[in-house]
């Protein structure tokens, strides 16, 4: 590969020690950017000891070069475009000419110097890529995989160098034959007419010969390319693969940077190759003969270039951002009628032409003609849009962003007002289960080559109210996890069964996507149980029914999940990242968890039979040592607004017969302490001065269950309780003090009332009572008359 092209490629850390080797401008960079493969085929260290013929000759064939490519640009001028690059060769040229005019061997010299210094970069910098492959402990197939792409874009170009030089060659071989031709027609039969043509005999077989050269290097570039093609267009797949799982939660890496660089770096390549194979058409055009190899491969090789352009380009269309319109759980794929929704498409290969416009054009269900039954829709707002490069840091690239699109439904006739109708077909499937698809298509041109591009989404699901949302989410899930065909609109037609394992896994998705944390295996067993059986495997089946439609409970299984992932997002979020809620644990496995455990030991875990509930459940133990399992009614989203799961905890009170108010969750299950578990969730108190304090009895909600004496549950004989256990209900006390008093959680104040008995006066009053009751006869002691004058009351 050329040396400059290596430096090209290049980390930026090094590259700035290239640009420091040429800040002097000794050798001007433009100089050494343009002649990079003729600087680096010349022998410097041999001009630069002293040979002054060898240096005086590569100095005058280094300006020839300038020259020429001076000319070139000349040719290729349009409307003054590459002005600035033309101006800084004019520049360079002179500079070189009025330093080393007179001492060309300094110039050998200083090129000869730098060429070893790049050479003294370059292997610093593979021995620093060396060093970090060694020390990693393994390279994963995904970094093979991007390596074996990054060497196979080395190659091409380095390829390409190669026939570039190759063609340079050929063009001036043909000039030599064209002056020589002329020549020798201009000169006629004179004595060395035969010598002459002899001499155009030779050059044109070593054209010929070149010729061919050129034509396989081609071939094999061509080869080359195709095989590259083939490992985007897998990286691609794995890609969309990424992506999809994205949207349904996976922490899953959908960055296109890596994609971009290689999209971009391989179309280069290919248009570089392109407009070489159109100098070489013009070489064909300006001289042929019999047999040339042109004639027969120029137009193949062509065409098999442009279908390899064109395959290129049609699949770097792509959907970067899958439509979503704002609402707290962020789902994409699901859309709302009137609601305002993003999308985005990338193209990755970032070439443009800048005199074009590249315009963008946004329709749904495109290809409807299947779609009999299906609801309708128009896009209100602009459906087209120009794609311009971005240069914003996260955006960065050719993108056309559409972030206000709204859709409507279509009104059709008999379908009555409002809501619009379906059609002929109405009833074929639900709305929740018709699947939607958005369509962007691209207008590209670039050097002459013009194509229309085209990208979707995934399909939607489109619903025309917010209460609609877990449904349309669990037909996403649905359809991402089992449909291998992206564009499928019809799959609920006839929905396919997913294995537990599938499903187990999309579910733990959803807690992770919710808050950071997913199930574990003890989770996922109890809910397998619950949906499949007490002989779940990670291969029974699960329908399609049994996940999203509604059962004898009054709700689904989904539905239940749902719910619980709003409770988690909204009200206990910290909770359950932090693995401080148990969660999905049925009623028999709680019970032996908690049998084995200490009084006061408790766990949280989500209600089976009520929607979106949270409850903790705690053991006690009896005077005969048998455990006791209790558990309040659960908490739900509307509770927890009120007063957060955590204060609830620390403030809990169960009120028994004869008995003072306590808390009895005393330990986290298996023994951490509540206020070590849950102390970084309580809410801070509300501070407040002294004269407020005399003015007022400080207050907050406290949580208090009543058990009466009736409310004990009963034991099976195995010593758990029975399977029927009433929740202990709630009383919430609203004017309870800061600190709880003697245990009395919620019924005394700190201050006692100087109008009620005091703790000895009431002992007093109960002893004279039991003995009036006891013997009615005796005689009770005269209290003295009070008198109480109005001074009293003030």
Not at 681 to 692: C, L, Q
Request: with cysteine; net charge negative; aromatic share 8%.
């Amino acid at each position: 590969m050329a040396q400059w092209q290596q430096i090209q490629n290049l980390e930026s850390a090094n590259r700035d020690q290239v640009h420091q080797l040429y800040s002097d401008d000794c050798l001007p960079m433009e100089v050494r950017q343009y002649l990079a493969y003729w600087i680096e085929e010349q022998n410097w260290s041999q001009a630069a000891q002293g040979d002054c013929s060898q240096a005086q000759c590569l100095f005058h064939t280094m300006l020839t070069h300038l020259d020429d490519e001076l000319g070139r640009l000349m040719l290729r001028e349009e409307n003054n475009s590459n002005i600035v690059l033309k101006h800084n060769l004019r520049r360079s040229k002179l500079h070189l000419q009025a330093t080393y005019q007179d001492n060309p061997e300094q110039l050998a010299h200083i090129i000869d110097n730098l060429l070893k210094q790049e050479q003294a970069i370059l292997s610093a910098a593979a021995a620093a890529c060396q060093v970090e492959v060694v020390s990693s402990p393994a390279v994963s197939a995904a970094s093979s995989q991007q390596y074996n792409i990054e060497n196979r874009l080395l190659e091409m170009r380095k390829t390409i160098q190669n026939l570039k030089c190759s063609m340079e060659y050929l063009e001036e071989l043909q000039d030599t034959f064209d002056f020589r031709f002329k020549t020798y027609q201009l000169l006629g039969n004179d004595q060395k007419a035969s010598e002459r043509k002899q001499v155009l005999q030779v050059i044109l077989n070593n054209l010929d010969s070149c010729r061919r050269d050129v034509l396989a290097q081609i071939q094999e570039l061509l080869g080359r390319s195709d095989t590259l093609r083939g490992l985007l267009l897998e990286e691609l797949a794995q890609w969309q693969d990424r992506q999809r799982q994205a949207c349904i939660g996976a922490p899953c890496d959908t960055s296109l940077k890596l994609l971009e660089k290689w999209f971009t770096g391989t179309a280069e390549d290919l248009f570089h190759l392109l407009h070489l194979l159109r100098t070489l058409h013009e070489l064909h055009q300006k001289m042929t003969y019999e047999q040339d190899p042109l004639k027969a491969q120029l137009p193949q090789l062509e065409k098999r270039l442009q279908e390899q352009i064109s395959v290129l380009l049609k699949s770097a269309f792509v959907v970067e951002s899958q439509p979503i319109f704002p609402h707290p759980s962020r789902r994409p794929l699901v859309l709302k009628t009137s609601q305002k929704f993003s999308v985005r498409a990338r193209l990755l290969v970032k070439l443009m032409d800048p005199n074009s416009s590249m315009e963008v054009k946004i329709e749904i269900d495109k290809d409807a003609a299947n779609l009999g039954g299906f609801r309708r829709f128009n896009i209100l707002t602009s459906a087209t849009k120009t794609m311009v490069m971005d240069f914003q840091p996260q955006v960065e690239g050719l993108v056309c962003d559409f972030k206000h699109i709204t859709l409507r439904e279509q009104k059709t006739c008999g379908s009555g007002k409002g809501k619009g109708g379906k059609g002929l077909n109405e009833g074929s499937l639900p709305a929740l289960e018709e699947l939607h698809i958005i369509t962007f298509t691209l207008d590209y041109c670039y050097q002459g080559l013009k194509l229309k591009l085209q990208a979707s989404t995934l399909p939607v699901v489109i619903i025309s109210n917010i209460n609609q949302m877990s449904s349309a989410w669990a037909s996403i899930l649905w359809f991402i996890m089992l449909s291998p065909d992206p564009k499928n609109q019809l799959f609920f037609c006839n929905p396919p069964s997913a294995t537990w394992a599938q499903l187990s896994s999309v579910i733990s998705w959803q807690f992770l996507a919710v808050a950071e944390r997913g199930l574990n295996p003890k989770q996922l067993c109890m809910l397998g149980e619950k949906l499949c059986g007490s002989d779940v495997t990670l291969q029974s089946p699960v329908t399609w029914a049994q996940f999203a439609k509604d059962i004898a409970s009054g709700f689904s299984f989904w539905t239940w999940i749902d719910e619980i992932l709003t409770l988690i997002q909204d009200s206990l979020k910290d909770l359950w990242k932090n693995g401080l809620i148990m969660g999905f644990v049925s009623r028999k496995k709680e019970k032996s968890l908690l049998k084995k455990k200490m009084a006061g030991t408790f766990l949280l875990r989500f209600s089976e039979t009520i929607r979106g509930g949270i409850t903790c459940t705690w053991v006690e133990y009896d005077d005969q040592g048998c455990p006791k399992i209790q558990s309040p009614e659960p908490y739900r989203r509307e509770d927890l607004k009120t007063l957060a799961l955590p204060d609830i905890i620390s403030d809990y009170q169960l009120l028994a017969d004869k008995a003072f108010p306590e808390n009895p969750l005393r330990y986290l299950y298996p023994d951490i302490p509540r206020d070590e578990a849950f102390g970084p969730y309580y809410s801070p108190h509300r501070e407040v001065d002294m004269a407020e304090q005399r003015k007022y009895l400080s207050r907050r909600f406290i949580r208090v269950s009543n058990r009466q004496p009736d409310e004990v549950q009963s034991l099976e004989p195995n010593g758990f309780p029975a399977e029927d256990d009433r929740l202990l209900s709630d009383i919430v006390s609203y004017n309870t003090i800061e600190e709880l008093e003697h245990g009395m959680g919620g019924l005394l104040c700190e201050k006692q009332d100087p109008f009620l008995p005091q703790l000895v006066e009431e002992q007093h009053l109960t002893q004279v009572c039991s003995e009036l009751f006891e013997d009615p006869e005796k005689t009770p002691e005269v209290f003295p008359e009070l008198e109480l004058g109005e001074e009293d009351f003030q």
